[in-house]
């Protein structure tokens, strides 16, 4: 998207990508302005001017300024002429692609064959603006952003509705209306947000197959786990995601409150698109959760697998440290013999006997012997896997 986009939605007709913008918005339908973030930032005066021109209006400064933003977190804000959402999404994964050649799954296999870290420090998330106004729809994304491309095709894959048809179907006085296109700015703004949230579900996947295989690795006790760091950006990318997708709650919880202060629905028609406005929002405020829900199990599995990699280290050591113990143990008493069977006395039985040597050994042996009975029946030098076993 190099320059100004500029499509005509009807809910009759499919949509169209015209040159330019229209001198006024249709009455049966909407206009959509899609332009990158840099577009807007050289040539602000021409698309307030072209807003001006369909709408009748400008944006204020301080929303122009939020929309310039990069780094504005997400939320919501109104005025009585539009309403501005602010919904960060994630970047665009192209670089690693275009370095590897590879698609999106086979690069993800690749990835964590080579314990290479997916998911590390902060998600790397841009902004994308959406100004609703009654007939138009702005829409500021990131450069390079393909969030349009896919969106357009999705919208051309919808088949328009048969206003002649439908009508010869509905009773008098319901409306005719094709749930499936967009039928507002509104609508349109909400598609967008649930596409973007979308991809926070996609990354539910991605994360959970990474921290899948560390937490393997983790629970392996004869492998030493020395990718601490990654793991421990692997946990504040989970919390910074956790914050990310609150402020997505906000503010559309916050758009969900002006939605209900809406003046009453004073046709059918306009009832149920706002109804439907209504329907959409909870959607995407339930994929919210989700990827919160998803994201919070996320973060205890990982400080559980962290747990249990400690207990078992620590288990591991007390086992080797009883073996150690057990054959000091062992030797306690064969050094104690030793030891004397060694002082400088001429009177000590066996000393001087013939047969001293091999009864003093004969003992000892008896003795290590025992004792190695006594402590395996105790399970002294077993481990757990030998435990299990049994």
């Given at each position: 998207m190099s320059a100004l986009r500029v499509f005509l939605?009807?809910?009759?007709?499919?949509?169209?990508?015209?040159?330019?913008?229209?001198?006024?918005?249709?009455?049966?339908?909407?206009?959509?302005?899609?332009?990158?973030?840099?577009?807007?930032?050289?040539?602000?005066?021409?698309?307030?001017?072209?807003?001006?021109?369909?709408?009748?209006?400008?944006?204020?400064?301080?929303?122009?300024?939020?929309?310039?933003?990069?780094?504005?977190?997400?939320?919501?804000?109104?005025?009585?002429?539009y309403d501005q959402l602010v919904f960060r999404r994630l970047a665009a994964v192209a670089p690693v692609e275009a370095a590897t050649g590879q698609t999106d799954a086979s690069a993800l296999k690749t990835k964590i064959q080579s314990d290479a870290p997916l998911v590390t420090g902060k998600a790397q998330t841009d902004p994308v603006g959406l100004v609703a106004f009654d007939r138009v729809l702005l829409s500021i994304h990131p450069d390079h952003c393909t969030l349009v491309d896919i969106f357009v095709q999705r919208l051309r894959l919808l088949a328009p509705?048969?206003?002649?048809?439908?009508?010869?179907?509905?009773?008098?006085?319901?409306?005719?209306?094709?749930?499936?296109?967009?039928?507002?700015?509104?609508?349109?703004?909400?598609?967008?947000?649930?596409?973007?949230?979308?991809?926070?579900?996609?990354l539910r996947k991605t994360m959970s197959q990474q921290l899948d295989h560390w937490q393997y690795r983790l629970l392996q006790a004869n492998t030493r786990f020395d990718d601490w760091d990654s793991l421990l950006k692997a946990r504040l990318a989970l919390h910074h995601l956790d914050e990310l997708c609150d402020d997505q709650h906000v503010a559309l919880s916050d758009w969900m409150d002006l939605l209900e202060q809406w003046p009453e629905a004073s046709t059918e028609q306009e009832r149920r698109e706002h109804e439907l406005l209504m329907v959409r929002t909870r959607d995407v405020l339930e994929h919210i959760e989700r990827v919160t829900?998803?994201?919070?199990?996320?973060?205890?599995?990982?400080?559980?697998?962290?747990q249990i990699?400690?207990?078992i280290q620590s288990n591991r050591a007390n086992d080797v440290m009883r073996t150690l113990t057990a054959i000091t143990a062992v030797f306690l008493p064969l050094n104690l013999i030793a030891g004397v069977f060694g002082m400088n006395f001429d009177t000590i039985p066996w000393l001087h006997a013939p047969g001293g040597f091999w009864g003093t050994m004969t003992v000892m042996l008896m003795i290590a012997v025992g004792l190695l009975v006594y402590f395996s029946r105790k399970r002294y030098f077993s481990d757990k896997k030998q435990e299990g076993r049994r």
């Open positions: 939605i009807r809910t009759d007709q499919p949509m169209l990508e015209l040159e330019k913008p229209p001198n006024v918005p249709p009455e049966d339908g909407f206009i959509w302005l899609a332009v990158e973030r840099e577009q807007i930032r050289q040539q602000m005066e021409g698309l307030q001017d072209t807003l001006h021109q369909l709408t009748g209006l400008r944006l204020l400064d301080l929303h122009v300024s939020d929309l310039l933003n990069k780094h504005l977190p997400s939320r919501f804000d109104y005025t009585s002429s509705v048969n206003v002649t048809r439908v009508a010869a179907l509905t009773s008098p006085g319901q409306p005719a209306s094709n749930s499936r296109l967009p039928f507002s700015p509104a609508d349109l703004m909400l598609r967008l947000a649930s596409v973007m949230v979308d991809g926070y579900l996609d829900h998803h994201i919070r199990q996320l973060e205890r599995s990982a400080e559980t697998a962290v990699h400690f207990n």
